[in-house]
């Protein structure tokens, strides 16, 4: 289905929709914050630890500490692969907010490689260009998009695992979820499979190539 057509859908269905009145009532509610014990990112070389041990976390609702469910991967570190373990708490009106940690494996010690840059696309007919920086010296990156569709948002953060491969970290933007897949890099070249998870369009994989635009 056209991406315009959906939005127009949801559009719809919402302004037909009751609305009771609620004069003179506000609430304020304040979402859980997290506060993960060394970061929300940590790499280890395959081979240099024998077990992962969970560094710690808590959350907290306007100062106060509140119960943090967990959840996600158990870390295999004989894998080369980006695991993820997930932080979920609940504030005094059942609202949730969660954080998540990727503990990446890599082949090999990935602190000199260095993808940040501004990276251009023309996937889908038209020149789409996005900036990647490198957020952690061991390899983890935030990047404007991913997807390189038009008009669309599709934010990212992913790992370097070494020897050209990359793993996404869960995530979301204009078409919905998408899957941890796995990507590669070359010295000028990111390549996502993206899978998208929402419908109209879940289990699309699509392939996408960004080149790093000329210094």
């Known amino acids: 289905m056209n991406k315009l057509v959906y939005i127009a859908y949801i559009f719809m269905f919402i ?89 990446a494996i890599t082949h090999k010690e990935v602190s000199e490689t260095d993808l940040s840059g501004v990276y251009e696309t023309v996937q889908f007919g038209q020149l789409v260009k996005m900036r990647v920086v490198k957020e952690n010296e061991k390899g983890y990156y935030e990047c404007e998009d991913i997807l390189g569709f038009p008009g669309s948002e599709m934010p990212a953060n992913f790992a370097d695992l070494g020897l050209g491969q990359l793993q996404l970290v869960p995530g979301e933007g204009d078409f919905g979820n998408y899957a941890p897949t796995r990507g590669t890099h070359t010295p000028n070249t990111l390549t996502f499979d993206i899978e998208l998870l929402d419908e109209p369009n879940a289990g699309l994989l699509i392939t996408v190539t960004w080149f790093r635009e000329d210094e």
């Open 15 to 103: 302004s037909c929709e009751k609305w009771d009145r609620t004069d003179g009532v506000s609430i304020i509610s304040h979402f859980p914050e997290f506060e993960l014990e060394e970061g929300n990112f940590q790499s280890f070389v395959k081979g240099d630890i024998d077990t992962w041990e969970e560094p710690g976390y808590k959350a907290f609702v306007e100062g106060k500490e509140v119960d943090v469910d967990t959840s996600g991967n158990s870390v295999n570190t004989d894998s080369v692969g980006a695991y993820f373990r997930y932080y979920t708490a609940s504030n005094a009106q059942r609202i949730q907010s969660s954080a998540i940690r990727t503990v």
